[in-house]
T-cell receptor, first 113, second 112 residues
Framework: NAGVTQTPKFRVLKTGQSMTLLCAQD?????MYWYRQDPGMGLRLIHY???????AKGEVPDGYNVSRLKKQNFLLGLESAAPSQTSVYFC????????????FGNGTRLTVT | DAKTTQPTSMDCAEGRAANLPCNHS???????VYWYRQIHSQGPQYIIH???NNETNEMASLIITEDRKSSTLILPHATLRDTAVYYC?????????????FGQGTTLQVKP
């Protein structure tokens, strides 16, 4: 049981390049989330999904797209990376339960130059 | 969801109990108190949560005051590995949009 796995762990992009961050969970969780963490800003929700085939916008969705084609995977895409998207990205998941705690991955550190 | 206030930093001697306070004076009746921690460069880790009764698990104890306006997370025998940022979060049930407001948290430094 690996929990929540994020790939890659590190990435450097040039402005305008695109990439996809992958989040995989093996806990059969319904809900999945993408957060970004910046110094002094805490964690901010980008997008989330309450089930396979569904996604919704969080607090800071601009510049990102997501897809949940399979229950265990949640992809975060950057179509045209900008320096403002330099951040640490965390994926999380939890059960379809009102009080189920979130399980987080160990993050992807992205630098856009 | 109600806002929380935590001290910016705390120190604790290794082997002693670490008591981390959290103020949530605007908490409403159906909001739960959650604690997470984030060890350097890792993803946040769930510790414990509660509504109004005190809770204990293998990691920690959570003491919630009778008026529910504040709580304390207790790590009974702190180790160096407990050095981390600890976040107190108040969250409504049925609020499963994942909008956890983590705030700045308390940086706990466990010293030998």
């Amino acid at each position: 049981n690996a929990g929540v796995t994020q790939t890659p762990k590190f990435r450097v992009l040039k402005t305008g390049q695109s990439m996809t961050l992958l989040c995989a969970q093996d806990m059969n969780h319904e809900y999945m989330y993408w957060y970004r963490q910046d110094p002094g800003m805490g964690l901010r929700l980008i997008h989330y999904s309450v089930g396979e085939g569904t996604t919704a916008k969080g607090e800071v969705p601009d510049g990102y797209n997501v897809s949940r084609l399979k229950k265990q995977n949640f992809l975060l895409g950057l179509e045209s990376a900008a320096p403002s998207q330099t951040s640490v990205y965390f994926c999380a998941s939890n059960l379809q339960s009102t009080n189920s705690p979130l399980h987080f991955g160990n993050g992807t550190r992205l630098t856009v130059t | 969801d109600a806002k929380t206030t935590q001290p910016t930093s705390m120190d604790c001697a290794e082997g002693r109990a670490a008591n981390l306070p959290c103020n949530h004076s605007t908490i409403s009746g159906n909001e739960y108190v959650y604690w997470y921690r984030q060890i350097h460069s890792q993803g946040p880790q769930y510790i414990i949560h509660g509504l109004k009764n005190n809770e204990t698990n293998e990691m920690a104890s959570l003491i919630i005051t009778e008026d529910r306006k504040s709580s304390t997370l207790i790590l009974p025998h702190a180790t160096l590995r407990d050095t981390a940022v600890y976040y107190c979060i108040v969250r409504r049930p049925f609020s499963n949009t994942g909008k956890l407001i983590f705030g700045q948290g308390t940086t706990l430094q466990v010293k030998p």
